[in-house]
């Protein structure tokens, strides 16, 4: 829960994370270029990077696809209340810090149930006066507390953008579905929900390479074809896709993505693979590099 679980004792946490085992939550760290994660989790991101060495790009335009889908959100629907379920580590920009930037009066609830964000979560509340954000201890597979929680600060009798980002595919079918249709039932009209899913479809080969490097570590990605993906707002009742529809991240509403952080060449040169990674421009993307569909669709 919001207050309770944040304020846990810090050795407590620790307790609760498992270092001598890859993340999920970690190893996405670090293609990001964060440092909340350990060598472990370097060692994951190293073997995909390994498997496909332009797998980073997936990462990174899912992040991107977040951005211009909140970006478009604020700015042209209006949209000031979000509810991000399957968070992750704080990487900037974090949701609040875009929205808020647009609309300080945004609010925004975030939600995960690992350890090791929820050590981190603190950086998730920095919020702006007019706005609030607040950081819920929860499991997407129990969607009832999510929204019983997420009340106590988002108002829905408003309309709410619902962000599953990166998360679905950790989900069988038999759960993933039913918990999409019981978010979105309790959601207002005008309501966006805003999805990006991993996919084998469009390339197959690089793709399963690097799920068996994850596999072998534990790891289990549920990959769905275009035609899954849409499922999520087809079988849901009142939810339409929007335009352009499912489709690549990096092709959702396209953009220049933000510039790496500049970087002395010479330096540059001397870092490892995995360290070169928050360096790299990524506007270089090509529709060989994406396997990370991406869309949002509106309650009616």
Known sequence: MPGDALSQDPALLRGRID???????????????????????????????????????????????????????????????????????????NVHQIAQAIAPESRIVYVDNDPVVLAHARALLTSSDEGRTDYIDADLRRPAEILEEAAKTLDFDKPVALLLVAILHFVEDEEAYPLVR????????????????????MHPEPTRAVQRTYTERGFTFVFRSKAEVERF?????????????????????????????????????????????????INDVTDDDINVYGAIGTKA
């Not at 073997?47 to 997936?58: H, I, K, Q």
């Not at 978010?183 to 996919?199: E, K, W, Y």
């Not at 896709?241 to 790496?260: I, N, Q, S, Y």
């Open 233 to 281: 707002y087809t079988e849901t009742p009142d939810l339409t896709l929007d335009e352009p529809g499912v489709v690549p991240a990096h092709l959702w509403h396209p953009g220049p993505a933000p510039a790496p952080p500049a970087v002395d060449e010479a330096y540059f040169e001397s870092l490892d693979d995995i360290e070169k990674i928050r360096y790299r421009d």
């Open 19 to 93: 270092t001598t085992k890859a993340h999920p939550a970690r190893v996405y760290d670090v293609f990001l270029g964060g440092k909340d994660n350990y060598p472990v989790d370097r060692a994951a991101a190293a073997a995909a990077l390994a498997a496909n060495p332009r797998g980073y790009l997936d990462v990174r335009h899912n992040r991107d696809f977040m951005r211009r889908a909140v970006t478009r959100l604020a700015q042209e629907q209006g949209i000031r209340q979000f509810l991000d379920i399957g968070t992750g580590l704080p990487t900037a920009e």
């Open 182 to 201: 019981e978010l979105v039932a309790a959601l207002p009209s005008g309501s966006q929900v805003v999805l990006s899913h991993l996919t084998d479809e």
